[in-house]
């Protein structure tokens, strides 16, 4: 359960502010399927890094789960983004010299998480993403949609109760692109999870029970297929 | 870098154990004369500590034969040996040499605690008289007899002659004098050789370490009362010259391992560039491992320990560096008493460690307050 309050996040630019969110207000159910979309610098992905808390806003509330986020230090937010948030990026942000395994093991050894304990969940987690052949190998040995299976492994080692995926299709051709979605909506459907996907792709947008499209720093219109 | 910092750590360790050890040679050899011994100079200084300086106020009386017997009859004083050194021309069958001659009397040797390799020291009785025998050292036996036999031959100093009766063992070394190249006369014969009424020294030893006070103020009141009233002289005591020299070597250590410290510091800035560089090297690294969920706390852990295993690394190295020099040090130098002061060792990593940690914080702070979205847009 997401709720976010008057949420704006402004940036200083020389000596002008850019406004990329504009008191936003959005509740997000837990297990919901949520697409946000809308034109390029609508603000998309400054909302992404503050619901992944990787960005503070400038003002408003962001409560997870019922508890204030915005309010915690440091250590506490990153508790947070180890333990509940999982985040696939549209550069996918893999280690260049690390397997897809130590990749994907890279959350779980912050956690500090036992190293026989660790091989276990990193090996599930190849395996239901299709990739146990490719555990060894590294990044530039993988195709683009291999590239971003093992980013989704790494984000949902931790079992988080929410995925933010940001344009995680961006970089990829058609048919691994919807290979990717099909994967992500196979985990949003099997383990209840939260999945807010950032596309500029209509049709794979609407495949999402909630549609959210942005203009200029503002929800514009937010269609609730399971709220009519 | 890494050369930097062990180079660093070697100079420290390498430097600090020669001047640990010079500081031990000079104890030891101190420690050789016994610390009972008092050395009684002609003429004051004003200043404490160091030798009597030969510029101080106005000329002092001599000190005599006369005024050593007076110190001699102390209860306090257990040996006294009135001494003259000077260099004068020895030869013997054509031979001639330029060496160091000492007048002394049968007192010195126990003083001294010299052996003799043939023959007898000068012998007691009178000091004022000159009984004509002298002692030589053994290079001096070598170099004017050669393979002959020196004992009972007549020795030529300067233009007076001797009947050579003894030979000083080889042990070597004593503190201002070479043994070997020494030819010892009575003391009446040195003064009438050197034309001189005044002695160069006059040693004596305390009966125990705990009156050497006492005695040294005895001494001064006895010759206070020869001199008219004037304390012209000056005493030196076994500790406090020790003390000085200790000080003085012991300061040189510091200020050489200071030096040697320098170079850490060298180090310690080459590792903090080292580490800025790999910083903004692995700005996107950093920033995945922010957005992954490592707290700020666990960065700057990984890039402190970073630095500071570079740096240990160094130092580690450094010590090898160190006892290879020492190793290489001994084998041209075997007689050299190296010490490895364990302080020195012990200070060297420290201040490697330290260096590590205290410049690892620049860069480690660095990675720690990246903000993760900018970090990952880095490329
Ligand atoms: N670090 C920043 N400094 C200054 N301005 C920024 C910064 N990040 C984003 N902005 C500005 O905020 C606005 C929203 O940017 P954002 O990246 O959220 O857009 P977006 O919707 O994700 O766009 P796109 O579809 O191109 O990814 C833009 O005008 C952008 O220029
Ligand atoms: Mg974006």
Redesign the pocket.
Known sequence: MIELRQISRD?E?GDQT?H?LRAVDLEIRAGEYLSLM?P???????LMHILGLLDRPTSGTYELDGKDVTALDDAAQAAVRRNEIGFVFQFFHLVPYLTAAENAELPLVLSGVDPAERRERVSAGLASLGLSERADHRPDQLSGGQRQRVAIARAMVSAPSVLLADEPTGNLDRSSGSEVIRLIEDLHEQRGLTLVIVT?DQEMGRRATRQISMVDGEVEEDRDGARP | MLLAMSIGVAAVVVLTSLGESARRFVSDEFASLGTHLLMIAPGRTETSGGGPSMFAGDTPRDLTIRDAEAIGRSRLIDEVAPMVMAQAKVSWGGKERETPVLGGTASMRRIRGWTLAQGRFLPDGDPERDSGVCVIGSKIRRELFGPRQALGEWLKVGDRRCRVTGILAEEGRSIGMDVEELVVIPVAAALALMNRPGLTRIMATARSHEMMDRASEEILAIVKERHQGEEDVTIVTQDALLATFDRILAALTYTVGGIAGISLVVAGILIMNVMLVSVSQRTAEIGLLKALGAPRAQILRLFLVEATSLSVAGALLGLVLGVLSRVTILYFYPALPLTWPIWAIVAALATALAVGLGFGVIPARRAAELDPV?ALSHH
Not at chain 1, 40 to 46: A, M, R, W
């Open positions: 940036f630019v850019v990329a809308g390029s610098g609508s603000g998309k992905s400054t500029h | 900018a």
